[in-house]
């Protein structure tokens, strides 16, 4: 069976950054489709960065491009999130995914495998 942990959430300012890590068990990450979604109270899950097997292809929303980076440590069977530039809307809980498909798909009904989620909160 595969479990994904997350780590690295926590408290940070406006501007400041954060990394977020997640470790797969149970499976070769080489064979999965990583992703991060977040979802803010009252909000939906939305797709927030999506990386390929190989990791050569990767994915963002709009409004965290330039600003979040996603990759992977096939070795360590571990996908991170760095979160550069962080900005109070940033604040969600955020939930690793994974799936067999060899490019992200960015609807979180395509995934079979979900962490329990690391809370990110950002002051102004």
């Known amino acids: 069976q595969v479990h994904l942990v997350e780590s690295g959430g926590g408290l940070v300012q406006a501007g400041g950054s954060l990394r977020l890590s997640c470790t797969v068990f149970?499976?070769?990450?080489?064979?999965?489709?990583m992703a991060w979604f977040r979802q803010a109270p009252g909000k939906e899950r939305e797709f927030v960065a999506g990386?390929?097997?190989?990791?050569?292809?990767?994915q963002y929303l709009d409004s965290v491009e330039g600003r979040f980076t996603i990759s992977r440590d096939n070795a360590k069977n571990t996908v991170y999130l760095l979160m550069n530039s962080l900005k109070p809307e940033d604040t969600a809980v955020y939930y690793c995914?994974?799936?067999?498909?060899?490019?992200?798909?960015?609807?979180?009904?395509?995934?079979?495998?979900w962490g329990q989620g690391t809370q990110v909160a950002v002051s102004s």
């Open positions: 995914a994974a799936d067999g498909s060899r490019l992200p798909p960015n609807s979180h009904g395509d995934y079979d495998y």
């Open positions: 149970g499976r070769t990450l080489s064979w999965l489709t």
């Open positions: 990386i390929s097997w190989s990791g050569g292809f990767t």
